[in-house]
């Protein structure tokens, strides 16, 4: 008797059995004031969990016309927005302004909480009971007083590989002498990264001060618990990373989850563009923060000329400038628009080659689909996820700071007829794929796992517990090494005394 069409019957059955026993939770989501390539990775978590059957209401500032939400869910819109600074390539700021900037941005990130349509979701009447808190991580500590307001547990979602910033929220050790850390551009290990390390950790101090005035100031004691208990209270943190691929290989607490590609999970609802089967494509796009009409008139021409050089290419260029009818009429294998689908370019079979500015979606995109990369960083974490790629041989990268187009086309050129790129972001490829649950399973079943243990405490690391002193075990090294030093020294007085 053959008995396949049986186990499949059960296997079906066990499958819709499964999935009918998962109890529905009311998860309040919350992303806000951030980017939106940032917001698309937040919505994948969302989108995951609608599909599983569960309650949201998502706040956002932000709307959501491109991110469609299908299911049980509830929008709710602060209509607020930073001054977004303008990013250009050949920017030579001081590294104090940069530094006094970023501050600046941390104290207006309060102002959000000074909005009406902010203060009406925070009075909700009833008042709404949430089984979880999924908090948009990106220097916002102070909104973990929201977690307070409603009495739910907290999980934080991180766009990138785990940062400083993340690790002392988790109380996840930072082996700072071989794991580099995102935000360093150099990439360093050894002593260079230890030193690194401190001044990161100085400035985190201070941002920390910033961040705990803001909290104080909506939620203050004793009506809220103090910013210091919310944070020790995180019990998750969901990380848009896949160290095993993309590295560095680090360690990592029960309490610290990869889900690096959930977005590429998602279906594809996109306007797509006819492209010539005979044709080998290049794609260009420096973000959505880069704007073209702001850019210097020569550096349309540098790409420009350099591209003249590849006309065996369809080269599909983000584009938002003037003048890009007559560049397509002059240069028939350029396509201009301001906007093209880049994740459906790159999965085409004739993707040669992707000129990015590196940001963390757009690598990743290159790599799920294995597409070499020349990289122009512009800022934030671009020149260190560039650094990266370009070390694993998946690429190659060049400043845009007095970039030429002599050099742009030699190294283009390079990397289109050298196999060794597209061989090694290949190999990585695969590597990247193969996994044993797909990265929006992981990001359900572990959120769906905080509110079946009612919060579970039990993944919480005793190191949030120690202060900096006793994390870092400076008591014990002054009894040691005190103990020996004055050992040393009453020998060193006895000797003198004639006794030894």
């Not at 186990?7 to 806000?32: D, K, N, P, W, Y």
């Not at 794929?433 to 399973?441: E, H, K, L, Y």
Request: proline share 6%; hydrophobic share 40%.
């Amino acid at each position: 008797m053959n008995r396949s069409p049986v186990r499949s019957i059960l296997l079906l059955m066990l499958g819709i059995c499964s999935t009918a026993q998962v109890e529905s939770h009311h998860i309040l989501g919350l992303f806000v004031n951030v980017h939106r390539s940032q917001l698309l990775v937040h919505m994948a978590v969302a989108r995951a969990l609608l599909q599983r059957g569960h309650q949201l209401t998502v706040v956002t500032t932000l709307p959501l016309a491109e991110v469609q939400l299908q299911g049980n869910v509830t929008h709710i819109v602060v209509p607020w927005e930073q001054p977004v600074d303008e990013v250009q390539p050949g920017s030579t700021s001081d590294w104090l302004l940069r530094l006094q900037r970023m501050f600046n941005r941390l104290e207006q990130s309060g102002d959000l909480l000074d909005q009406p349509a902010w203060k009406d979701f925070l009075k909700l009447s009833p008042k709404p009971h949430f089984d979880l808190l999924l908090l948009g991580y990106h220097f916002n500590d102070h909104l973990l007083g929201v977690a307070a307001h409603f009495n739910c547990p907290t999980v934080i979602v991180s766009t990138q590989q785990p940062i400083g910033f993340v690790n002392s929220l988790m109380g996840n050790p930072e082996e700072r002498w071989y794991v580099p850390q995102p935000y360093d551009s150099r990439q360093r290990s050894g002593i260079s990264a230890w030193l690194f390390g401190v001044w990161e950790k100085l400035m985190e101090m201070v941002a920390r001060r910033v961040l705990q005035k803001i909290y104080s100031l909506h939620f203050p004691e004793p009506h809220y618990p103090p910013l210091e208990t919310m944070r020790r209270s995180v019990v998750l943190a969901l990380n848009n990373h896949h160290m095993i691929s993309e590295g560095p290989i680090a360690p990592l607490l029960p309490s610290m989850i990869d889900m690096g590609g959930i977005l590429l999970e998602q279906k594809l609802n996109e306007t797509l563009p006819a492209i010539a089967r005979n044709r080998s494509l290049i794609i260009f796009s420096l973000g959505t923060r880069f704007s073209w009409q702001r850019s210097p008139g020569h550096l349309v021409e540098t790409f420009t000329e350099a591209f003249a050089q590849f006309p065996d290419y369809d080269i599909y260029w983000t584009y938002d400038g003037p003048n890009a009818s007559e560049m397509m009429s002059y240069h028939s294998h350029l396509k201009l628009a301001k906007w093209w689908p880049q994740r459906h370019l790159l999965g085409q079979q004739q993707a040669r080659l992707f000129i990015t500015h590196g940001g963390k979606g757009s690598v990743t995109e290159a790599l799920y689909y294995g597409v070499p990369m020349l990289g122009l960083p512009l800022l934030g974490d671009q020149r260190s996820n560039l650094q990266k790629m370009e070390a694993k041989g998946w690429g190659l990268t060049l400043s845009m700071q007095n970039v030429s187009h002599v050099e742009l086309a030699k190294a283009m050129g390079r990397i289109l007829s050298d196999s060794h790129y597209s061989a090694s972001i290949s190999t990585a490829s695969h590597l990247y794929r193969d996994r044993p649950m797909s990265a929006s399973d992981v990001a359900t079943y572990w959120l769906e796992y905080v509110v079946r243990h009612r919060g579970a405490k039990h993944l919480y690391s005793p190191a949030r517990q120690l202060n900096f002193v006793q994390y870092h075990s400076l008591d014990v090294y002054a009894l040691v090494y005190g103990g020996l030093l004055l050992l040393i020294g009453i020998f060193s007085r006895i000797n003198q005394w004639g006794f030894l």
